[in-house]
């Protein structure tokens, strides 16, 4: 995509449109539109869309070439847009000279894994981000990354793993294209926007699982939640792991930047406040977890206190007739009981009475 100012408001310009390409919008891990989606653009924004190409990279029909002679021919009144998803090894390189990426750039771009984190090389800014999308079906915080590179005449997206953050933050852009006058900073701060909105929603769902665990902790059945607890908060860590390495770097956006406007920055200061909400609702999950699984293992303590005193109640009542029996049963010659003609009936008796008192002051104690 390539974004030029003009005097009557900033155009947005895409080449000639290839006959050979297919009208769907991704092809092969770059951005592209359909002639549809362009013709209602049209309609609805300021910007005038002349006409669109799409460019199959990793054809052998000199796709990649043609990636890079419309990077050769962005003037000094545009910038260029191109968005990469899961780059073929070398690709990048080629990316490399006509953008003026560092090497240094171009590996951590290529090798991802990164943590969130911002880095200037020379003129260029280089954004880490974690893509992150909550799987309800078995509770797991998925992860992926995406890498903004902005310069004085481009943005470039590389992105790794399913999640697609470009796709809206374009719409976004089409959306309020006064946005797009700020440069490629729009095209970071559009990129930012909705990857912290996506951490909003994922933390949303996260609590919900949480209030029906701890539904469940306190629930009048007894049910082992150990293992769906640390699996929650295990997914939980990982999602702290993506929110809080980037508080300092939206913070550091949006404070005053040679890079860009002043007037961008209270786009940014917004971002920056919904990334302190999600990150202090990352924390507060965090610790109600820790609180919940404290909660659940009290709990199962108390189990196995109540298991305790009833075997230990029922001990001592199985104490009393094995005593009285054990005693007549020494077989000694001169037990004058033995010889009394209602001996028998008073020891069932006495056995009888010993044990329904002990069951009688175990019950009202609770033990039973």
């Not at 998925?142 to 933050?169: I, Q, S």
């Not at 104490?319 to 009394?340: D, I, K």
């Amino acid at each position: 995509m390539i974004y030029r100012k003009s005097a009557a408001g900033p155009e947005r310009e895409h080449g000639q449109e290839r006959e050979r390409q297919q009208e769907n919008g991704q092809v092969d891990g770059r951005r592209v539109e359909s002639s549809r989606q362009v013709k209602s653009r049209q309609a609805e924004s300021t910007w005038q869309v002349e006409s669109t190409r799409r460019v199959e990279s990793r054809q052998a029909d000199g796709g990649r070439a043609a990636v890079l002679d419309s990077l050769k021919s962005v003037g000094d009144d545009e910038f260029c847009w191109v968005d990469v998803h899961d780059p073929a090894p070398g690709e990048l390189q080629e990316l490399a000279g006509p953008l003026g990426l560092h090497p240094l750039a171009v590996e951590d771009a290529e090798e991802a894994h990164q943590r969130p984190k911002r880095e200037r090389y020379g003129d260029v800014l280089a954004v880490a981000l974690k893509t992150l999308w909550y799987v309800k079906e078995g509770s797991e915080v998925e992860t992926g990354e995406v890498m903004v590179f902005t310069g004085p005449h481009f943005a470039l997206t590389v992105r790794h793993g399913p999640a697609d953050p470009t796709t809206e933050a374009a719409r976004r852009l089409d959306a309020d294209p006064r946005l797009l006058r700020f440069g490629p900073a729009a095209v970071l701060h559009a990129v930012l926007d909705t990857v912290v909105d996506s951490y909003t929603e994922a933390a949303a769902q996260v609590r919900t699982d949480l209030s029906a665990l701890e539904r469940q902790v306190f629930s009048p059945e007894r049910e082992d939640l150990t293992e769906e607890i640390y699996s929650l908060k295990r997914e939980v860590l990982e999602f702290r792991d993506a929110v809080q390495p980037l508080v300092p770097v939206a913070e550091d956006f949006s404070g005053p930047r040679a890079e860009w406007p002043e007037a961008m920055l209270p786009y940014f200061r917004d971002v920056t406040d919904h990334m302190h909400r999600t990150d202090t609702e990352v924390r507060s999950l965090d610790e109600l977890l820790n609180s919940v699984l404290d909660a659940h293992l009290a709990r199962v303590g108390t189990w196995q206190n109540d298991d305790m005193r009833r075997i230990s109640a029922w001990a001592g009542i199985l104490a009393v007739p094995t005593l009285v029996a054990g005693w007549y049963g020494m077989n000694f010659s001169h037990m004058p009981e033995l010889n009394w003609p209602y001996g028998y009936p008073l020891a069932i008796a006495a056995m009888a009475a010993a044990s329904v008192l002990l069951h009688r002051t175990f019950r009202r104690n609770g033990w039973l």
